[in-house]
């Protein structure tokens, strides 16, 4: 979706994919979430236009010259992943056991999407809730991936 008031990507909208087959909506808003939805979003109908006064305006439209992408057109999918993140953090206050405090813990969380393609590979991960698109496969001991296709 791209801001016509600012003239830049609005980085907390779905990004939408036209595959063969259907249109795939992908949104990372929150920490850990991941939206995914087939032919939902109907880019023919005009997006709203909203005046906040105190917080400016907004008008926004859809396209589909998104440059981080255009080298994928007529691309065919070989691959999808799910990619996890590792998230670390340590116990700083303890009401009942001193002892734990500043013990760490390590979870993996839902981190984006990524695709192999004919033409290369490229990823929609959170970008601390917003949709960061990379055109290349991040090979970080932070990250995982867990193949689906």
Same mark, same amino acid.
């Given at each position: 979706?791209? +801001?016509? @008031?600012?003239?830049?990507? +609005? ?35 005009e997006l709203e236009k909203y005046d906040f006064e105190e917080y400016g305006k907004f008008e926004y439209e859809w396209r589909k010259d998104r440059k981080e992408l255009l080298g994928f057109r007529q691309a065919e999918i070989v ?21 734990? @405090? ?8 839902? +981190? ?35 193949? @689906?296709?």
């Open positions: 979706m791209w +801001n016509k @008031v600012d003239e830049e990507w +609005n980085e907390d909208s779905p990004i939408l994919l036209e595959l063969t087959s259907c249109q795939l909506e992908v949104c990372n808003y929150k920490l850990e979430e991941l939206a995914l939805s087939m032919n939902s979003i109907d880019r023919t109908q691959g999808i992943e799910i990619i996890e993140q590792r998230l670390e953090s340590t116990l700083i206050a303890s009401k009942s056991i001193s002892e734990e @405090v500043g013990q760490r813990a390590s979870n993996w969380i839902l +981190n984006g999407i990524g695709f192999a393609t004919s033409k290369g590979y490229f990823s929609i991960c959170n970008g601390l809730d917003t949709n960061q698109i990379c055109t290349y496969k991040e090979d970080e001991e932070c990250l995982r991936s867990i193949q @689906v296709f």
